[in-house]
């Protein structure tokens, strides 16, 4: 399997999604600069956490617009899958990958801790190796984590099963106190409708390997391995 990575000015995950990437993969991802307009032929295309731009005029907002982004759209649109993690998640819906906004946090504060998720869904080349309602801890780092869609479009996330995680407590009761940010409806990881691009404010690369304190984050990898492979 063939990987690629984003990067941006800004990027600041882009290493260790490579790492992660090669140390289940056995090859090094290609590295895609954001000036890239195109890229080569890959399985999987990685936007990484940082933040990209800067974050200037909003998180993702100017990285969605970069040549290599529309490289990736039209990957996505004929069926690459796109791993988009933390800034990645926020560029994703800026370039109309997946439905809603990331706002800023409800507290107005930069939040970096663990947390634990609740795992929806087996059924996509990203979770195979999970199990539905699965509690698994993750780390994330952002201040613009608040997953945000009208109430239409959040009815239909629920019905098509467009959830990929939920912020939960440690014995998986989806709380509002086990939400870090004020997602709606405790949200911290989202399908597109065909389920070929997750976008997830957590970052699995950082819990991939026991030696980084935990290797919860590894099963993506290796799902995405046994998927695409």
Known sequence: MQAAVVVFPGSNCDRDAAVALAEATGRPPYLAWHRDSALPAVDLIVIPGGFAYGDYLRAGAMAARSPVMREVVARAGRGTPILAICNGFQVATEAGLLPGVLMRNADLRFVCRDVHLKVES?????????????????????????????????????????????????????????????????????????????????????????????????????SLIAALS
């Open 122 to 222: 087996d059924k996509t080349p990203f979770t195979a190796h999970y199990r539905p309602g699965q509690v698994i801890r993750i780390p994330i780092a952002h201040a613009e984590g608040n997953y945000f869609a009208d109430a239409a479009t959040l009815a239909e996330i629920e019905a098509r099963g467009q959830v990929a995680f939920r912020y939960c407590a440690a014995d998986g009761a989806v709380t509002a106190a086990a939400n870090p940010n004020g997602s709606q409806h405790n949200i911290a990881g989202l399908f597109n409708r065909a389920r070929t691009v997750l976008g997830m404010m957590p970052h699995p690369e950082r819990l991939a390997d026991p030696l980084l304190g935990g290797s919860d984050g590894k099963a993506m990898f290796t």
